[in-house]
């Protein structure tokens, strides 16, 4: 962990729009900012985008909300006069395909509705559980692809005020998560590239998920077994794969940190599955250390 103190530098801005690959604990690490940050007396607002809704369960005294395509674009036709298009289109089923024959809309329209919440001053903090790494860099780039797209009208006047404030580290920065594992590691420095070029907005501390913090293991010759026979094999063999992964370990942090020029945070590992409301708290412990 680098020398930041690292909730002040992941709350410095409005909105923090939290991206990942697959499986390296995004949703999680929403939850622990979040958490931190609500513990430290902010006024923090939860965003899910994926619709899985599990983020009530483990902030279940914050404010999650649920953001939807269909449902911002629903949103912004009604705000622009055309409510009884909307609901047309929402009855017959037909706004859910627009984003298909319009790409990028559906995404525009989700930033939209954020933009206009960070506007409202409601919050001291905005945590989106964004999409995973992949799709992060389309859903950022959405604003700049229509504003080049469209020239005149209001999506096109939505798309420059989104890029107003991806662009603004003080409104809005991206935390990018991974593990310390070789094909997390790639895709975070594949994406934040791309994001830094292709949308201009800048990234917030890298935020390393399950990184081993346990004591050291002795060398297996020094180790007295005694008499004991059972289980000897499986727990040199154990301790073998520890050893391995803390090696992928230590090289891939150090290849990260040559890569990326962000400091990063480290969260200590902890069994994936049944996380627990407590388990968020101990985490977010972390980071105000």
Not at 162 to 169: F, Q
Not at 203 to 220: F, T
Request: charged share 25%; net charge negative.
């Amino acid at each position: 962990m680098s020398n930041v103190n690292p909730l002040a530098d992941l709350t410095s801005s409005n909105v923090v729009i939290v991206a990942g690959k697959g499986g390296v604990g995004k949703t999680t690490v929403t939850a622990v900012l979040a958490r931190a940050a609500a513990d430290a007396g902010q006024r923090v607002l939860v965003i899910e985008l994926d619709g899985k809704r599990a983020l009530a369960e483990l902030l279940p005294d914050l404010d999650v909300r649920s953001i939807s395509a269909a449902d911002s674009l629903e949103e912004y036709l009604i705000e622009h006069g055309f409510k009884r298009t909307a609901k047309r289109l929402v009855s017959t089923g037909v706004i859910d395909v627009i984003g298909t024959a319009a790409p990028g809309i559906d995404d525009l329209v989700v930033l939209g509705n954020i933009k206009k919440l960070e506007r409202s001053g409601e919050w001291d903090l905005i945590v989106v559980d964004g999409p995973a790494a992949g799709h992060a860099i389309t859903f950022l780039t959405s604003a700049s692809g229509l504003l080049d797209a469209v020239r005149g009208g209001p999506v096109r006047d939505q798309a420059q005020d989104v890029l107003e404030m991806l662009r603004d580290p003080e409104r809005c920065r991206v935390l990018l998560v991974t593990l310390p594992e070789t094909t997390p590691v790639n895709e975070l420095i594949e994406t934040s590239a791309a994001l830094e070029v292709r949308v201009g907005v800048q990234l917030a501390s890298l935020v390393v998920n399950q990184v081993d913090v346990a004591d050291p293991l002795p060398e297996p010759g020094d180790v007295d077994f005694g008499r004991a026979r059972a289980q000897v094999a499986d727990a040199l063999a154990a301790a073998t794969f520890r050893r391995t992964r803390l090696a992928v370990q230590v090289a891939e942090l150090d290849r990260l940190n040559s890569e990326v020029a962000r400091p990063q945070i480290h969260l200590s590992a902890r069994p994936v599955a049944g996380l627990s409301p407590d388990d968020i708290a101990a985490l977010a412990e972390e980071l105000t250390r």
